[in-house]
């Protein structure tokens, strides 16, 4: 053990600072090119095989699950993994289980370190997709303000529903974009427009936006006009995005020390659970046992109640 710890951190180490250092001007020869691509081909090519019964048996992925998160995996702005398949996808989240089970494996000499290596990467994952749906709402309600401004131009200076719909389409970024583009397209293919906007407002959720629709719809029958409303409408956004703004930077924080003190329970138990076999002789007890899943419990019980003090529904 005291060989193998410092070797793991030596590695990691390693991998860290090439993954950092910048490599300017480097010319990498065909062969080497050729070589990476036929191992990248035979992995994706094992994962595939390895997670096709799986995937069959599971129920199709969220666009934000683990599975989606395989897809969405970036390496300095590049995802060399957005086009494969369900199976593949299954497959290489399986094949990091195991990896991280060998890790686990080789660092404790135990199968409690293989267990909690073969859950890691779920929790990496499961974390991550997390934190890119947060960032993708946030990212959705900045948007909106420049969504409604640009629709409340455009049927302002006379132009249809569908015609509104693509030129805000149009300027916009995704997903922004292919929400109001579907719009467009359907009504163009000859669906209502309520229609349109209630598939609109089931598929895609933002702030502001269920007031807009309405709005819409009412116009569509009665031909009021919008330009108020939308400028509300747009107000109400911007002052929405502003007060979160503003408790962000209130709540910051607390909300490290909450993240903080319910993480470091769980981090020393697993470290110990790793390094120290007197730790996993106790926690094989009886005893030991109780007492972990009461720590964990209360742990659990503690982060929620702290989240649901400073979660604030705006």
């Known amino acids: 053990m005291e060989v193998v710890v410092p070797c793991c951190v030596g590695g990691l180490v390693a991998i860290c600072l090439m993954g950092v250092l910048p490599v300017r001007n480097a010319v990498v020869p065909a062969s080497r090119r050729a070589a990476s691509g036929g191992a990248l081909a035979a992995v994706l090519g094992a994962a595939r095989a390895v997670g096709r019964p799986l995937a069959s048996a599971l129920p199709a992925p969220g666009d934000y699950g683990i599975v989606a998160q395989v897809r969405a995996f970036s390496w300095k702005g590049v995802r060399p993994l957005r086009e494969v398949d369900d199976a593949t ?109 209630d598939a609109m407002l089931e598929r895609f959720h933002a702030p502001g936006l269920d007031l807009v629709v309405l709005a819409l719809k009412v116009s569509q029958r009665t031909g009021a006009p919008l330009k108020d409303l939308l400028a509300e409408a747009t107000k109400m956004v911007t002052e929405r995005i502003e007060l979160r703004r503003r408790l962000d930077v209130k709540t910051s924080q607390a909300r490290m020390s909450a993240h903080m003190v319910a993480s470091m329970p769980i981090a020393m138990t697993v470290l110990l659970s790793l390094l120290s076999s007197d730790y996993r002789a106790g926690m094989a007890t009886t005893v030991g046992m109780v007492s972990l899943l009461m720590g964990l419990a209360l742990n659990a019980a503690a982060l929620m109640v702290i989240r649901r003090i400073m979660t604030i529904e705006l």
């Open 89 to 197: 996808a299954t497959g290489i989240v399986m094949l990091l289980c195991t990896a991280g089970g060998m890790a686990g494996l080789i660092v404790s000499l135990s199968f409690v370190g293989f267990a909690i290596g073969c859950i890691a990467p779920l929790v990496a994952l499961a974390f991550a997709a997390t934190r890119r749906r947060h960032d993708e709402e946030r990212r959705v309600e900045e948007a909106m303000p420049e969504a409604f401004g640009a629709l409340a131009i455009s049927l302002g200076s006379g132009y249809s529903l569908a015609q509104a719909m693509r030129y805000v389409g149009g300027h916009a970024d995704e997903p922004v974009r292919s929400a109001f583009m579907r719009v467009a397209f359907a009504v163009d293919c000859g669906e209502s427009a309520v229609e349109a906007l």
